[in-house]
């Protein structure tokens, strides 16, 4: 299996890399990412302007990896059209330096490098970690590897488009895995205005959102300490694909539980 590992948070981010190494065991990886961050870019793609792309060499030994003077999604279509010569199973965006939850999905560059492997007809995942730490960045990469696991013995549509987030706990902590919807809410609709002394300015700040969203959905997940799988694809609430994603749930928290027993038993 080859997967596809992107992001947002650029080439050199912890969570690229951690994510790589965590998935590195079990697949071929090959790694196609902006040569910068571009966190809240959304679906951008660069059309008005050559896009240059340097080969770099990679802090995990033998992986393929490009740095795109683009975005995310630039980045999927270079990958999957020109730089990647073999076939591509998978694509994974991620580790998300903080959340993609509700609608800032809608601006999310880590979504939406996966929706440019999604548009492509290729299992996509995005992966989130609530808590932008060393520690949390490393809990999701092993919450990816048991995901890819899941999903390669049990495989999903072929462009199925999920969305995972993880809430800031240790695997062993979390609650489980709850299928969710989207929340109706934005961590970034706040508007702070200053002044130079000249002119007015704005900042658009990120924030956490109130607390109190309904708990089928992601933020309403994170808060409760579950990890939350958004099925981004309307096909997919189809009873058949569905099933297939809670089977992946069932075998996940599994997964989980015996994470958590061999941390106890102290292995
Ligand atoms: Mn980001």
């Known amino acids: 299996m080859k997967i596809l590992v992107t992001n947002d948070d650029g080439i050199f981010a912890e969570g690229l890399w951690m994510l790589v190494e965590a998935l590195r065991d079990m697949a071929q990886v090959a790694v196609v990412a902006p040569d910068r961050e571009q966190s809240a870019i959304g679906t951008a793609v660069t059309l008005r302007q050559p896009l240059r792309v340097r080969k770099i ?17 630039d ?17 994974v965006s991620g580790i998300n330096q903080g959340p993609n939850l509700g609608d800032d999905v809608f601006i999310s560059g880590t979504v939406s490098a996966a929706l440019q492997g999604y548009l492509h007809g290729l299992p996509a995942l995005a992966i989130s970690a ?9 809990e999701a990469a092993k919450f990816a590897v048991l995901m ?51 002119h007015a300015y704005y900042w658009l700040v990120r924030q956490k959102v109130n607390r109190g969203a ?9 808060e409760q300490g579950h990890i939350s799988i958004t099925p981004l694809h309307s ?33």
């Open 235 to 267: 096909n997919l609430k189809s009873k058949s694909s569905s099933s297939t994603i809670e089977d992946l749930c069932a075998k996940l928290l599994d997964d989980l539980r015996e994470l958590a027993n061999t941390k106890r038993r102290g292995i």
């Open 214 to 222: 309904l708990k089928t959905t992601d933020i309403g997940a994170i």
């Open 130 to 138: 609530t808590n932008a730490d060393s520690l949390n960045l490393k």
């Open 148 to 198: 890819v696991k899941g999903i390669s013995s049990n495989p999903l549509a072929a462009d199925a488009l999920l969305n995972v987030n993880l809430p800031g706990l240790p695997l062993a902590k979390v609650k489980g895995v709850k299928i969710t919807t989207l929340a109706s809410k934005s961590h970034t609709d706040t508007v702070e205005e200053g002044h130079d002394g000249k």
């Open 57 to 73: 060499k990679p802090p995990v030994p033998e992986v393929e990896a490009y740095s795109v003077e683009g975005t995310p999604a």
């Open 75 to 91: 980045s999927v279509i270079l990958a999957l059209g020109k730089l990647i010569k073999d076939k591509i199973d998978m694509i």
